[in-house]
């Protein structure tokens, strides 16, 4: 199968054409960011989805499915050029996708779609609304660019098409939200608050997003690994330090005395879980994950 | 930092049918560790201070769904507390109940996580399903928190039941294991609660006892569970028809807590 990664220099999208070449399928990407040590059979083209040129790779490559991986979620740069990533780069994907015949389409999206409050249920299923999204507008990019894939559903009725809502990948290339994070000299987290955290290992995560191009998975799934574990554990099996702050000091910011800046990770998601039931997908394509949550952090720890 | 264990605790621990992962936490959040000094600090009240003796656990499940539905008494819910101690004391093999606590206090710091840890999730419909189709112990008060409000003079009644947990039971078909908790109304007698108090702390009220606060005092507690109800129906039905079930519930309730309450004085 002709698979093109849009997003593909990013850490998932690496791992996601690397697991489909070695399955045999004929991969190319796109990517703004350069991927330099790329193997010989993955074709990267330096080019923004949203641009012309973007198109011309549609046309002659002519991908039978398509993995769009290319939101972001770099949540403290907040600017004009990420609300059009978003929204207008998945809308660019879906198009090009539609216009030059490719039958499936893999939306990746983020689990903290469902957000993060008191009462927000543990295990959060497909059909759940959003919560919760004011309290965290830079979150409110991704869920619209979630909504707005959807709209592919009736948009393009011909068309396969998989919208993911992914559980923190956390792995060796310590890339990621979560993995900026758990980075910062002090681990700033919210006193008295202790919620679960779901990771997965990136490879994993890459596993699940072959998985869904491959069976041309239609619908939306939640995708998770191993069960979640308290964000303390997580930190001290990534052998960090925790730094508990009242939560109105972190929400005036004062965290960022003498501290990096907190990447995005608002108050309510160091407070309260973000849990996903993955059964339907794991239902859909068989998936499983391979590295329990212990492995996963400890793979981050040590960089293997 | 390991806190003590009783060698009781630990041997009931072990014996406990849930699925702990590598660092002893299971897929709800429940944590070894803290299932094991809770239940070493709840032994001794559990034993001695209220005294507890527990009658008809042999209609529990010793596996599967069930939900165990009784009545509150006692401003603050000590009852759950040892219904809880009961499941996992003096049932064999032991089980962890899980109830369903107030909204509010999954917001307070380090409570929250408590609960959470101890097995007890946040009251959401969504929870409760998830449990029992994860094959778990529900505890539940269908009186809610207006059980918990009854004044002394009250202790022996029941006010109105909510109807969702015959709905709960019939949409996942779990039998419902009735029980009866005497004496913890005469542990906590509250004579007023004080509301305005309360929501300034974030609770709907805080029970205010002859001696102020509301410490419990130890009076002897007797549990009674009476045998399990299996409905039949599918959680769709009319109001009218699940109130009939609610009443018929709330029925077998007040009689085992006249049970429970003329035990408890015999001895």
């Given at each position: 199968?002709?698979?093109?990664?849009?997003?593909?220099?990013?850490?998932?999208?690496?791992?996601?054409?690397?697991?489909?070449?070695?399955?045999?399928?004929?991969?190319?990407?796109?990517?703004?960011?350069?991927?330099?040590?790329?193997?010989?059979?993955?074709?990267?083209?330096?080019?923004?989805?949203?641009?012309?040129?973007?198109?011309?790779?549609?046309?002659?490559?002519?991908?039978?499915?398509?993995?769009?991986?290319?939101?972001?979620?770099?949540?403290?740069?907040?600017?004009?050029?990420?609300?059009?990533?978003?929204?207008?780069?998945?809308?660019?994907?879906?198009?090009?996708?539609?216009?030059?015949?490719?039958?499936?389409?893999?939306?990746?999206?983020?689990?903290?779609?469902?957000?993060?409050?008191?009462?927000?249920?543990?295990?959060?299923?497909?059909?759940?609304?959003?919560?919760?999204?004011?309290?965290?507008?830079?979150?409110?990019?991704?869920?619209?660019?979630?909504?707005?894939?959807?709209?592919?559903?009736?948009?393009?009725?011909?068309?396969?098409?998989?919208?993911?809502?992914?559980?923190?990948?956390?792995?060796?290339?310590?890339?990621?939200?979560?993995?900026?994070?758990?980075?910062?000299?002090?681990?700033?987290?919210?006193?008295?608050?202790?919620?679960?955290?779901?990771?997965?290992?990136?490879?994993?995560?890459?596993?699940?997003?072959?998985?869904?191009?491959?069976?041309?998975?239609?619908?939306?799934?939640?995708?998770?690994?191993?069960?979640?574990?308290?964000?303390?554990?997580?930190?001290?099996?990534?052998?960090?330090?925790?730094?508990?702050?009242?939560?109105?000091?972190?929400?005036?910011?004062?965290?960022?005395?003498?501290?990096?800046?907190?990447?995005?990770?608002?108050?309510?998601?160091?407070?309260?879980?973000?849990?996903?039931?993955?059964?339907?997908?794991?239902?859909?394509?068989?998936?499983?994950?391979?590295?329990?949550?212990?492995?996963?952090?400890?793979?981050?720890?040590?960089?293997? | 930092?390991?806190?003590?264990?009783?060698?009781?605790?630990?041997?009931?621990?072990?014996?406990?049918?849930?699925?702990?992962?590598?660092?002893?936490?299971?897929?709800?959040?429940?944590?070894?560790?803290?299932?094991?000094?809770?239940?070493?600090?709840?032994?001794?009240?559990?034993?001695?201070?209220?005294?507890?003796?527990?009658?008809?656990?042999?209609?529990?499940?010793?596996?599967?769904?069930?939900?165990?539905?009784?009545?509150?008494?006692?401003?603050?819910?000590?009852?759950?507390?040892?219904?809880?101690?009961?499941?996992?004391f003096d049932l064999e093999p032991p089980r962890l109940a899980h109830g369903m606590v107030d909204k509010f206090v999954a917001a307070i710091p380090f409570v929250g996580d408590l609960a959470r840890g101890f097995g007890q999730l946040t009251g959401l419909p969504e929870h409760a399903v998830r449990l029992l189709e994860d094959e778990q112990l529900l505890l539940v008060f269908p009186e809610g928190a207006r059980g918990t409000a009854k004044l002394y003079p009250d202790r022996l009644g029941l006010v109105d039941f909510g109807t969702g947990f015959v709905r709960l039971a019939l949409q996942t078909k779990s039998p419902i294991v009735p029980f009866a908790c005497a004496g913890t109304g005469d542990a906590v007698p509250s004579v007023l609660n004080a509301e305005r108090l309360g929501r300034l702390l974030g609770a709907p009220y805080i029970p205010i006892t002859p001696w102020g606060l509301p410490l419990p005092r130890p009076a002897r507690v007797d549990i009674v569970f009476g045998e399990a109800m299996t409905l039949s129906g599918t959680g769709a039905?009319?109001?009218?028809?699940?109130?009939?079930?609610?009443?018929?519930?709330?029925?077998?309730?007040?009689?085992?807590?006249?049970?429970?309450?003329?035990?408890?004085?015999?001895?």
């Open positions: 199968m002709r698979v093109l990664v849009a997003g593909i220099a990013g850490k998932l999208g690496r791992l996601t054409a690397l697991r489909l070449a070695a399955a045999g399928h004929e991969v190319e990407g796109l990517d703004r960011r350069p991927w330099r040590d790329a193997p010989r059979e993955v074709r990267v083209h330096a080019l923004d989805v949203r641009k012309r040129p973007a198109e011309d790779v549609f046309r002659r490559f002519r991908p039978e499915a398509v993995v769009h991986l290319a939101t972001v979620a770099q949540l403290s740069l907040r600017t004009e050029d990420q609300l059009r990533q978003n929204l207008a780069g998945t809308r660019a994907v879906f198009d090009a996708a539609h216009r030059h015949g490719a039958s499936r389409v893999v939306f990746v999206g983020r689990h903290t779609y469902y957000g993060a409050a008191p009462d927000s249920p543990l295990y959060h299923t497909e059909d759940e609304p959003p919560v919760e999204v004011g309290s965290l507008p830079q979150l409110a990019d991704l869920v619209a660019a979630d909504l707005y894939a959807a709209s592919a559903f009736w948009r393009f009725p011909g068309m396969r098409v998989a919208i993911l809502r992914v559980a923190y990948a956390l792995g060796p290339s310590r890339r990621g939200l979560l993995a900026s994070y758990l980075s910062l000299p002090r681990v700033p987290t919210v006193l008295g608050y202790d919620p679960l955290v779901q990771v997965v290992h990136e490879e994993d995560a890459a596993e699940a997003v072959a998985l869904a191009a491959e069976k041309g998975l239609h619908g939306v799934f939640n995708v998770a690994g191993p069960p979640p574990l308290p964000l303390s554990k997580v930190i001290s099996a990534a052998g960090r330090k925790a730094l508990p702050l009242p939560a109105p000091l972190l929400r005036l910011g004062l965290a960022r005395v003498g501290l990096a800046p907190l990447p995005g990770l608002a108050a309510a998601h160091l407070q309260y879980p973000v849990v996903v039931d993955d059964r339907p997908f794991r239902r859909a394509t068989g998936f499983e994950p391979r590295y329990d949550a212990l492995a996963t952090v400890e793979s981050f720890r040590h960089g293997v | 930092m390991r806190t003590p264990v009783l060698p009781e605790v630990d041997r009931r621990l072990r014996r406990l049918e849930l699925r702990f992962g590598p660092l002893g936490f299971d897929p709800f959040g429940v944590s070894r560790d803290q299932l094991g000094w809770s239940f070493s600090l709840l032994w001794p009240f559990y034993r001695w201070y209220f005294r507890t003796r527990v009658h008809g656990q042999e209609n529990i499940p010793t596996r599967g769904r069930a939900m165990l539905v009784g009545n509150h008494s006692g401003g603050i819910p000590i009852d759950a507390l040892l219904v809880i101690a009961a499941a996992f039905e009319e109001d009218e028809v699940i109130e009939r079930e609610v009443a018929s519930v709330r029925a077998r309730i007040e009689a085992l807590l006249e049970e429970a309450e003329r035990r408890r004085r015999e001895r």
